[in-house]
C-alpha cells in the first residue's frame, strides 16, 4: 500500500481547514526551477524540514519536494494526533478511576469522542503552523508540491519540472507494512493514515501488532470505553523491550479492560452482518471475534519504491530502505539520506538528527568548517507513550553481554518514590545499567507515568559521560518522579565497600 497523498475523510470544520492551508494549501503554484540548487530536498516530513532549516541558514539555495502533506507523519498522522488523543484518553481513565483520588464524578462518564476528535483537530491545525508551506517558502525554501522521481545522477523531475543539484536529501520516509492475511483488505482496516480521520468511535476493535503503535491506541481507544483486544503473536508487548518492562505494560493493560492476546495471529478475516469476524490462532486453539473495526500497526516500510532510485545510482532495499554508510551518504556520493527511509530508529528526533548529520556532511568541505559527523555516535532515548510510559536509553543487558561487557544495575521501584505514591503513579521502575567497577552509565530502562520525561535526564548523562557518582550529586527537587534516578544512583553510592577506615575498598572509578 502506498501512502495516501490527500486526507480521506473530511470533518470540514475550521480546524481541518487550517490544517489542509497550512500542509498542502489549495492553488499552490509551484515555482519556476532557476539554475541549479546546492540542496533539493525530497521528502518534507520532520527529516526534510529540518535539513531546510539547516541549509538555508548555512545561506544555500534549497528546494524541497513534498508529494503529499508537509510536516510528514509526525505532525498529520503521527507523533501530534496519536500523542492528544492519548491525554485525553487519559482523562477518562482518570475519571473512571475518581474515587481513588478523593473525588466524586456526578453519574456515569460518557464519551465524547467526537468532541475529543475536534480537539485532536484543533491542536493539529494549530501545530502544523510551523510546519506550513507558506512558512517554510517565507524563510527562501522553493517549496514544490508533487512526487519527485530521479532522473539521473543530480537531477530530478517533479510534476514536469527538472530539478539539477549539487547535493540532494532524500527523506521520503515510511508508511505501514499492512500484514498479509485473508480477507483483511476486503474488509477494510485502518492504520496510522486513516485512524485519525475517525468521527465515531467504533464498538469494538481489534489491534493487530503489540508494538509502540498497537499498544498506544489500543490504550486509547479502551480508555474511551471500546471493547478493545489487542492481538500479538509474541509472548510479549513491545519485543525490544526488558521483559518486565512489558511485563507491567501487559498487567496495566489487564487493568484498563483490553483483552490481551498475546502468543496469537490473526489469521483469516471476513464480513457477517457487518460486523468484521477475525479468527485468531494461538498455538493450537482457533477463535473467532467480532468487531467493528480493526487497527493493524505491524511495522514500517521504507518510501524507497517510486523514486527511480537506479537513476541515481542509489542502492535500497524494500525492507531496510535507503542503503547509507556512517556518514548517511548513499552509493551516488551526491547524494544523501535521513529519517525512516534509512534508519532503524523510526522517530521524529533521530529524523531530526540525522537530518542535521546529514546536511553537514554533505557540504563539509564547504560551507561548513568542521569535519564530517557520524550516525553511530548518536545516543538515541525513546519513548512508548502508554501509561506508564516505557522510555529507554543505551544498551540494553542482553546487548551488554553480547559485546562481553559487565553490567551492574540499579533498580529503584516507583512505589519507593514520594511523589509516586501521591500521584497514584506507583507502576513502574527506574533502571540504570552501569558497566561493572565503574559509574559509567551504558543504559536505562524507566518505566513510570512520566518515564519520557525522565529518560533525558539519563540521555544528557549519557552524552556529557557524567556518572552515577555525579548524579548523587545532584540536588533533584523534591518531590518528582525523577528523584528515583537520584535514587538509583545513591543505590549506586551505597553500594561501594568501606573500611573499617572510611575509606572505599571497592575497585570503582569514575565515569
Ligand atoms: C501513529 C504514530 C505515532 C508516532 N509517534 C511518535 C512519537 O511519539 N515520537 C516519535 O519520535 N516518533 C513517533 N512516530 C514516528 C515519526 O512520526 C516518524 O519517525 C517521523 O515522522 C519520520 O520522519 P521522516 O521525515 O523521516 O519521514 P515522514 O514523516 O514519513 O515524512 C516523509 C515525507 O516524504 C514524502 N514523500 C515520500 N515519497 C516522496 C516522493 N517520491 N516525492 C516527494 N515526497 C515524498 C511523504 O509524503 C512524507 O510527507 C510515530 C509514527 C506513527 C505512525
Known amino acids: 500500500m502506498q501512502s495516501r497523498s490527500k486526507p480521506d475523510a473530511t470533518p470540514g470544520d475550521a480546524y481541518q481547514r487550517e490544517w489542509m492551508q ?98 485532536m483537530r484543533r491542536i493539529r491545525a494549530r501545530i502544523s503552523r510551523a510546519d506550513s508551506v507558506q512558512q517554510l517558502s517565507a524563510t527562501g525554501v522553493d517549496v514544490f508540491l508533487g512526487e519527485a522521481h530521479f532522473t539521473g545522477n543530480d537531477s530530478l523531475s517533479v510534476d514536469g519540472a527538472t530539478l539539477r543539484f549539487k547535493r540532494a536529501l532524500i527523506a521520503t520516509g515510511s508508511r505501514p507494512d499492512t500484514p498479509s492475511i485473508p480477507g483483511l483488505a476486503e474488509a477494510g482496516f485502518l492504520t496510522n493514515e486513516n485512524v485519525f480521520d475517525l468521527t465515531e468511535l467504533p464498538r469494538r476493535v481489534l489491534v493487530i501488532g503489540g508494538g509502540p503503535l498497537g499498544c498506544e491506541l489500543a490504550q486509547a481507544f479502551c480508555r474511551f470505553s471500546a471493547q478493545t483486544t489487542i492481538a500479538q503473536d509474541l509472548p510479549l508487548f513491545l519485543p525490544k523491550e526488558e521483559r518486565d518492562a512489558a511485563q507491567l505494560l501487559s498487567d496495566a493493560f489487564a487493568r484498563d479492560g483490553i483483552e490481551v492476546r498475546l502468543n496469537t495471529a490473526a489469521v483469516q478475516v471476513r464480513v457477517e452482518g457487518g460486523k468484521k469476524l477475525v479468527d485468531l490462532v494461538s498455538d493450537d486453539y482457533r477463535s473467532t471475534v467480532a468487531v467493528d473495526a480493526i487497527l493493524t500497526g505491524t511495522g514500517r516500510l521504507p518510501n524507497v519504491e517510486r523514486l527511480d532510485l537506479a537513476k541515481a545510482g542509489v542502492d535500497f ?57 557520524r550516525l553511530s555516535t548518536l545516543t538515541i532515548p525513546w519513548c512508548t507513550y502508554t501509561d506508564p510510559e516505557i522510555a529507554h536509553v543505551g544498551l540494553y543487558v542482553r546487548e551488554a553481554r553480547d559485546q562481553d561487557i559487565p553490567v551492574r544495575t540499579f533498580t529503584i521501584p516507583m512505589h519507593d518514590v514520594a511523589r509516586a505514591i501521591a500521584d497514584g503513579e506507583e507502576s513502574g521502575f527506574v533502571k540504570i545499567h552501569v558497566r ?20 533525558n535526564e539519563i540521555t544528557l548523562a549519557i552524552v556529557a ?36 577506615r572510611g575509606k572505599r575498598t571497592g575497585r570503582a572509578k569514575p565515569a
Open 436 to 455: 561493572e567497577r565503574t559509574d559509567r552509565i551504558l543504559g536505562a530502562t524507566i518505566v513510570a507515568r512520566h518515564a519520557g520525561e525522565m529518560i
Open 22 to 119: 497550512n500542509v498542502r494549501p489549495s492553488g499552490w503554484r509551484n515555482p519556476t526551477p532557476v539554475g541549479r540548487h546546492d540542496l533539493v530536498i525530497v521528502g518534507g516530513g520532520p527529516a526534510g524540514l529540518v535539513a531546510a532549516g539547516v541549509a538555508t541558514s548555512l545561506g544555500l539555495k534549497v528546494a524541497l519536494v513534498e508529494r503529499a502533506l508537509l510536516g510528514g507523519d509526525c505532525v498529520n498522522v503521527g507523533c501530534v494526533p496519536s500523542k492528544t488523543l492519548i491525554r485525553t484518553s487519559r482523562l477518562y481513565a482518570e475519571m473512571r478511576n475518581a474515587q481513588h483520588y478523593g473525588a466524586q464524578v456526578p453519574g456515569d462518564i460518557g464519551v465524547a469522542f467526537p468532541t475529543a476528535m475536534l480537539r
Open 465 to 500: 559521560r557524567i556518572g552515577l557518582r555525579t548524579l548523587a550529586r545532584v540536588i533533584h527537587a523534591y518531590p518528582t518522579q525523577a528523584e528515583a534516578i537520584k535514587k538509583a544512583a545513591d543505590a549506586y553510592i551505597a553500594s561501594l565497600r568501606w573500611n573499617a
Open 317 to 373: 532495499d524494500t525492507l531496510t530502505g535507503v542503503r547509507v554508510d556512517d556518514y548517511l551518504q548513499t552509493t551516488n556520493p551526491r547524494i544523501y539520506a535521513a529519517g525512516d527511509v534509512c534508519l532503524e530508529h523510526k522517530f521524529t528526533h533521530t529524523a531530526d538528527a540525522s537530518a542535521r548529520i546529514a546536511v553537514h556532511n554533505a557540504f563539509a568541505s564547504g560551507a561548513l568548517p568542521f569535519g564530517r559527523r
